[in-house]
Structure formats: C-alpha cells, structure tokens
C-alpha cells in the first residue's frame, strides 16, 4: 500500500441506446475511446476530450445533458444534437472581451433610490450606479462591506479593458502582482487594475466604501489557485496588456486648474498609466463661485460621482436634478450641462473614457 492517493476522476454519465452510433458521434467532435467493456458484447464506453471525462452506458435510463464544449474553432454559434439526445454546444476557448457600442443617455443614480444592495462576489454589498451600463459598455459600482475585518477573497484577476477602485470611506488593504507588499488604500485615494493583474483583498475597515468602474460592463473574474501574493517583487513600471499599475495617493497630490472654468481638479495619473485610455481626477469649485456656464464634452464615456456636499445639475432638455452626497450621473457627448448652487465642500469624482478628451464651453 502507498500513501500516495489515486486521481480521483469524474465523469459526465450519457445514456446509450446504440454504443457504436454514439461512439462514431463523440469521436467525429474530438473525444477519443479511453475504455470499453465488456470486450464480446460492450455496453459502457469511455471517452475523453475537451478536457471532460464522458461515459456512454447502456444500462442507464436518465435524460442526455446538456454539454457546453470550448473550442478554437469558429463555430461558437452552431448547436447540435447527438444520437442518444446529449445537446452540444460551443463556446469560445478563452473568454472573448467584448466591444459594445454605448448607448449614449443622461441618466442620474440618487442614494435614496429604492434599489436593492445586492450580495456579490466575497459577501461584499453592490449597488449599481447605470442601471442599463449603456448597453454594456460600462459598469459602475458603489461597494460596501459593513463590517470590516479579514475580507475572503482568493487571489484572482479580470480580463477587462479598464478597471478603477476608489475609496470613497474608510480603507481597504490590498496586495497586487509585483506591486511590492500589501498596502492601505484610504479614503480620497485610488488604483487601476491593469487587465489581469493578479490581486486580493485583504482587510478592510467598518464601514468601508469603493467606487468600482469597469470597462466594458461584462468582464471575467478568474481564480489564480497558483500564484501567492505578495511576489517578493517591485516592479512599477511592469506593463500589462498595454497599462501599468497606478496608485493614487490623495493626500501627496497637488491641485490644479481644472477644465471646468471655476473648478480645480486632483489628477490621479490613471490617464498616463492607461495610455489615454481613460482620465479619472476629482474636481472642486473655487472660493466665491456657486454655478458655471453651460458646457458640454467631446468623450465617449462622462461618469460623475458626488463625493461630498452638494449641487443642483441642469441638463439641457431634461429637468433640474438635485444631488448630493453619494449620488452618480453620466452626461452623453454634447449635451450641455451646467452645476447650480452647489455647495463651498462640493467633490466631484470625474471618470472619462477616452481620457484625452475636452470641455467645450457653450
């Protein structure tokens, strides 16, 4: 006897009326013959392919399931029958991004909406900031974890084309692939999630608050069972699918003239550190100044949160919406907008995608 414990195998159990039929049919889509028995008259064949252990049995009488096979080939719409009634299908090897066009619309998200937190990945608490994601073409999340301590998460990654956290409250520790050692991500400050940087989260405060930007909406999360976190490396300049890591520190940045006349602005460095992919910076009235001009942008994608205080928003053609703290809007390219009565402690979080992007005075 060996300490050494066997593989322990599964297979998926498909009926057979006609194992040689079956058989002939299985092995035309890639699976090859493993076992069969008995040799004079058989009545179970195993076979494998794609990954998947499968054993056709005369002797069983339970429905064909239903088997979803993952190939390179270009045949991801086509489904078929096989004889003993398995229905197959196709999908893509790898998950394949998507490029959706977005669905341009004004659309303001208030905090007292009737919406419901929803329970996500890690028993985090999710509330969605554009309920229709511009036809998928983005999604935005306001993330909060009541209790804070010791977060379950696993060491994972994103394939997606541009990911943001902010720390709207409280703080969070997180450790990311060849970022040096875990570290705090407090209140006011942010990072990028390159695609598929590997990363987790560690531990968080009471009461911890993100905003969580996501590009396009639908995007994998992928479990990296091998990799442990921290790498033991530091390497800031490592680029990963086109973009670096950025981690914005609120209280070492400086304030700037903003492209809204009366307003200055944070700058982040996500616009650098993303190639012009996307611009993320907060914004904040001068001393004295209580409305702007009207305005409009030139971007794709224009996503506001309100940070802290408040202000009325009018957009041309739609009605005066009054907004504070915790509430979001997305304004579409060229229409003109203007802020009122906003408060002196007004702080805007601005995300815009692409980033090199203008405003126009109207």
Not at 157 to 175: D, N
Request: aromatic share 8%; net charge neutral; proline share 7%.
């Amino acid at each position: 006897m060996t300490d050494k414990q066997p593989a322990i195998l599964a297979q998926v159990l498909l009926p057979s009326k006609d194992l040689a039929v079956d058989m002939d049919f299985f092995t035309n889509l890639g699976f090859r013959l493993e076992k069969i028995y008995p040799a004079d008259s058989p009545v179970v064949a195993i076979m494998s392919g794609f990954g998947l252990n499968i054993r056709l049995d005369k002797h069983f009488n339970g429905p064909a399931p239903a088997l979803q096979l993952l190939t390179g080939h270009d045949r991801h719409d086509e489904k078929i029958t096989a004889p003993n009634g398995t229905r197959i299908s196709f999908a893509p090897l790898n998950f394949e991004l998507g490029n959706p066009v977005t669905q341009h619309k004004f659309e303001v998200r208030q905090l007292q909406d009737k919406e419901p937190w929803i329970i996500g990945r890690a028993g985090m608490l999710y509330r969605d900031l554009i309920p229709d994601r511009l036809g998928g073409s983005i999604i935005a999340s306001h993330i909060r974890i009541p209790n804070g301590g010791p977060v379950p998460d696993m060491v994972h990654y994103h394939t997606i084309g541009f990911q943001l956290i902010y720390c709207f409250k409280g703080w969070v520790k997180l450790v990311y692939e060849d970022q040096g050692p875990p570290f705090i991500l407090n209140a006011g400050d942010c990072v990028t999630q390159p695609p598929e940087i590997r990363h987790r989260v560690l531990e968080a405060s009471d009461n911890l608050e993100v905003i969580e930007i996501g590009v396009p909406a639908v995007h994998m999360t992928t479990i990296d069972h091998e990799m442990e976190l921290p790498t033991g490396n530091m390497l800031p300049d490592r680029v990963f699918k086109g973009q670096t890591f950025c981690h914005h520190i609120a209280k070492n940045s400086l304030w700037q003239k903003g492209r809204i006349a009366g307003f200055e602005r944070r700058e982040t460095g996500v616009n650098k550190a993303t190639n012009g992919l996307a611009s993320v910076q907060v914004v904040r009235p001068l001393t004295g100044i209580s409305t702007t001009d009207s305005f409009s942008h030139n971007t794709d994608i224009y996503f506001s949160f309100v940070l802290k205080g408040h202000l009325e928003l009018k957009a041309e053609g739609h009605k005066l919406e009054t907004l504070k703290t915790g509430d979001a809007f997305v304004l579409p390219p060229g229409l003109p907008f203007n802020f009122k009565a906003f408060s002196p402690n007004l702080k805007i979080l601005e995300v815009a995608l692409p980033g090199n992007f203008k405003v126009i005075s109207d």
